[in-house]
């Protein structure tokens, strides 16, 4: 699909007589639609990383990095396995469901990529008319909102689009599936937030929500809670009446959360204007620790778990990705990264999986 955008009626320019905007531009439409818009050669060695992250950039790049544990597991290797011109606009979101990832940009296109096989699957373009700013998988299916005012429903077996799902008034900021696939949740610009029935693709309720937009809003792992993210402050709903459950704050803006669970207790982890990462408790609401190790804003936050071990990722907007010990982070005050990479880019957004063995990655190229 993105390949259709170098199409025009109108005379090209040339070289000498473009801006430096047109032909940077015009460099990663050659990149993007080529033959060799596939993961990198070197991607395809036998590479038995322990965790992969993904990040995606307002330069139009998708990072992907491997994190390998040293000998005695105190520290992380950070090395880049692809840098992929994967868009023509800013990259806003990116998820991985399986061995599938998916990027999302302001270009309207969603790409796919088997991280498994390590290399593109394809693209999906044409039902979204605005920035794709949310992608969300749940076991077969993939969810993605828009700019448009709509989410779209696709069926990850063949890449089958199922259904739109209309109920907001403005841009999808956010969307959610609950851990029993059921239902979702979404926010928008419009300020409210809607259940949908997925089982039906229909709208359950609408709630509004007050004066503030919405940014962010997530389950925790029982599904029992549900936390929406605003300008600064996280609200921390109950299922069972919908109501506030508790209330975190704070006086610098948030640009991202994450919920985690350790101990069987559920923690917010989050990343602000301020350049800390704090960790607050869900139950109380009272922040637990701040980390301070980036040197601008917090712009994302993933969480990886492996085994009995999860690991937080973190970028900063100057393209700094650091890992960081979740049980450590919060049982000790004085918090280093495992491992830190640059992208020098200024990063967007941020997703991560366990690594794929070199054995199973063998075996399921034979399929």
Not at 61 to 82: C, H, M, R, S, Y
Not at 111 to 125: C, F, I, N, Q, T
Not at 331 to 350: F, H, M, V, W
Request: net charge positive.
């Amino acid at each position: 699909m993105a390949s259709s955008t170098t199409t025009t009626t109108k005379k090209r320019p040339r070289t000498e007589d473009m801006t430096d905007s047109q032909k940077t531009k015009k460099q990663i439409l050659e990149k993007v639609t080529s033959s060799e818009s596939l993961l990198p050669t070197s991607a395809l060695l036998k590479v038995n990383e322990n965790y992969r992250i993904i990040v995606g950039t307002y330069e139009r790049l998708l990072f992907g990095v491997n994190a390998t544990w040293n000998e005695d597991k105190t520290q992380l290797k950070l090395d880049p396995i692809f840098i992929i011109p994967a868009h023509t606009g800013c990259i806003r979101t990116v998820s991985v469901g399986g061995h599938f990832l998916a990027s999302g940009s302001s270009d309207e296109i969603i790409r796919l990529y088997d991280v498994k096989k390590r290399k593109e699957y394809g693209s999906l373009g044409g039902h979204h008319s605005g920035d794709i700013t949310d992608i969300q998988f749940h076991g077969k299916y993939m969810l993605s909102a828009s700019d448009d005012h709509s989410i779209n429903l696709w069926r990850t077996k063949d890449w089958e689009f199922l259904k739109t799902l209309k109920g907001h008034k403005g841009r999808v900021n956010s969307i959610a599936i609950h851990p029993t696939g059921k239902i979702a949740l979404s926010v928008s610009i419009d300020r409210t937030v809607i259940v949908w029935n997925l089982m039906t693709g229909r709208k359950a309720s609408i709630n509004k929500l007050g004066r503030e937009e919405p940014m962010v809003v997530l389950w925790n792992t029982k599904g029992d809670q549900y936390a929406i993210m605003f300008n600064k402050t996280i609200n921390i709903y109950n299922v069972s009446d919908a109501k506030v459950h508790v209330t975190i704050s704070h006086s610098s803006k948030f640009h991202t959360m994450k919920y985690v669970i350790h101990s069987g207790k559920d923690y917010i982890v989050t990343g602000s204007e301020d350049k800390v990462i704090r960790i607050w408790n869900a139950e109380s609401g009272e922040c637990i620790r701040e980390i301070k190790g980036h040197k601008l804003r917090v712009k994302a936050i993933t969480a990886i778990t492996e085994e009995d071990k999860t690991i937080l990722a973190s970028v900063s907007s100057d393209g700094l990705i650091k890992c960081w010990d979740l049980e450590e982070a919060i049982t000790s005050e004085d918090i280093q990264p495992l491992g830190e990479y640059n992208t020098k880019c200024r990063a967007t957004c941020i997703t991560g999986h366990a690594g794929f063995s070199t054995t199973d990655n063998n075996n399921n190229n034979k399929d």
